[in-house]
C-alpha cells in the first residue's frame, strides 16, 4: 500500500491542536492584549529563532506572534466586525462578564446567538489590534455529534442511545468544560487510532 492510500485509509495520529500563529504589526502590543484581555501567558520561544515573535500560553493552546516585515502583510483591521468571518474562538463561562469587561476596556463587539432546539448558544466577537477576529461562546451547551458513520468513544459519562439527546445534555453540562474538552480530545484520538487499526 502506497503512502497516499494509507493516508486515505487511516486517521493520522494528532493529539490536540498545538497553535495558532498570526503575523503582527507589533508583537510588544498585540502580546500585551492577548495577556491583558485574554489572560494568556508568555513562554519561551527556541532560542535559535532569528527572528522577532513571542509564545503566549492558556487554556491548552498556544498563540505564536510573528513581527511582520512590511505593514503590508498584515490584515488591514476592518472597521465591521462580522461573525462569518475566520476567527479562533473560546469557551467561557460567563459571557455576560466577558461583555462588561471588553466595555470597561472600550472594546468594540458585535453579539450573536444561536438557537438548536431548547439549547441558546451566546458569542461575542470583537478584533485583536492586529485585525484577527476572536469569538468567546458559551459553546459547550452544544452536543457533539458526529455526522459520519464513525460512534465516538464511550466515557465513564456515557448515556445510552436510548435516553434523550436533551438528558445527556444535563448530564454533560454537569461536566466541567475544561474536563469535557480533555475527555472529547481523549475520545477523538482513541477513535482516530481505532480507525488507524
Partial sequence: MDIREELENS????????HVSFLCKSVTETAKFY??????????????????????????????LLQCDSVDDVLQKPSIIKPKDNHISFQCTDVELV?????????KYVTAVDEEGE???????FHDPDGYMIE????????????SSCSLKRSSTWIPPSRSIQASMISMKALHSTELGTRMMENLVTNMADLAM
Fill in 35 to 64: 495577556q491583558e484581555v485574554l489572560g494568556f501567558v508568555l513562554v519561551k520561544r527556541p532560542s535559535s529563532f532569528d527572528f522577532e515573535g513571542a509564545w503566549l500560553f492558556n487554556y491548552g493552546i498556544g498563540i505564536h
Fill in 119 to 125: 439549547i441558546k448558544v451566546d458569542q461575542l466577537f
Fill in 11 to 18: 486517521a493520522l495520529p494528532f493529539l490536540s491542536l498545538n
Fill in 136 to 147: 468567546i461562546c458559551n459553546c459547550e451547551k452544544l452536543p457533539v455529534l458526529p455526522l
Fill in 99 to 107: 461583555k462588561r469587561k471588553l466595555e470597561e476596556m472600550g472594546m
